[in-house]
């Protein structure tokens, strides 16, 4: 069983949609949650990070985590085309001063107009 | 432009050649990081530095592979003898140490074995 383990998709959506994104986890140790975004040939963009469990919003994206169940997940609101990417999710544990991130195989998003 | 840069960013080789790779982190990062990312999967850490310091390598990090980032600013990654496993998507990340952990990454330089 992987450390991280994400749906590749790809995941289907009409343009406006609510899209959710999600992530398991095995590692207890992780502590530390983050969300990229990555177009086709490119460097993945960070999208979102964070600490504790709970939610975060930053405009149109809200990243939520459980750290009981060792779930997290990206919400997308009013998605657009231009959000057609793969979404990484990558975590690190504390211990390693936040330096490994583990990422997830990524999700596959198609909005279409 | 003050993101992570690589060079180059395409490299064809033949199998058993060397070749090396060169990043350049945000100016302000002192940790710079090396990942791998093949088709249909996640970045793979490879090593970070902190500073000059190499602190961590991964399993992965065969000994084909050296590292390198002797002024703490820039860093090289050679891979010697190269096979046709090695071909792959390298990326560089730098972040700082204190404050703010993020890993912000560059275009990666993407790598074909023949």
């Known amino acids: 069983q992987k450390e991280v383990e994400q749906d590749p998709g790809p995941l289907s959506v009409p343009e406006g949609a609510i899209v959710s994104l999600n992530c398991t986890y095995s590692?207890?140790?992780?502590?530390?949650f983050m969300w990229y975004r990555q177009y086709s040939r490119k460097g993945p963009e960070l999208l979102m990070y964070t600490y504790s469990s709970g939610n975060k919003e930053d405009g149109r994206f809200t990243a939520q985590v459980d750290k009981s169940s060792k779930y997290i997940s990206l919400f997308i609101r009013d998605s657009q085309p231009s959000d057609s990417a793969t979404y990484l999710c990558?975590?690190?544990?504390?211990?390693?001063?936040?330096?490994?991130?583990?990422f997830g195989k990524g999700t596959m998003l198609l909005v279409s107009p | 432009d003050t993101g992570v840069s690589q060079d180059p960013r395409h490299k064809i080789t033949k199998r058993g050649q060397n070749v090396t790779f060169r990043c350049d982190p945000i100016s302000e990062h002192n940790r710079l990081y090396w990942y791998r990312q093949t088709l249909g999967q996640g970045p793979e850490f490879l090593t970070y530095?902190?500073?000059?310091?190499?602190?961590?390598k991964s399993r992965l990090l065969s000994d084909r592979f050296s590292a390198e980032r002797p002024k703490g600013s820039f860093s090289t990654l050679e891979i010697q003898r190269t096979e046709q496993g090695d071909s792959a998507m390298y990326l560089c990340?730098?972040?700082?140490?204190?404050?703010?952990?993020?890993?912000?990454f560059g275009p990666g330089t993407r790598l074909t074995v023949l």
């Open positions: 990340a730098s972040s700082k140490t204190s404050g703010s952990y993020e890993q912000f």
């Open positions: 590692n207890s140790a992780f502590q530390y």
């Open positions: 990558a975590m690190s544990p504390m211990n390693s001063g936040y330096s490994t991130l583990t």
């Open positions: 530095f902190q500073n000059e310091a190499q602190l961590e």
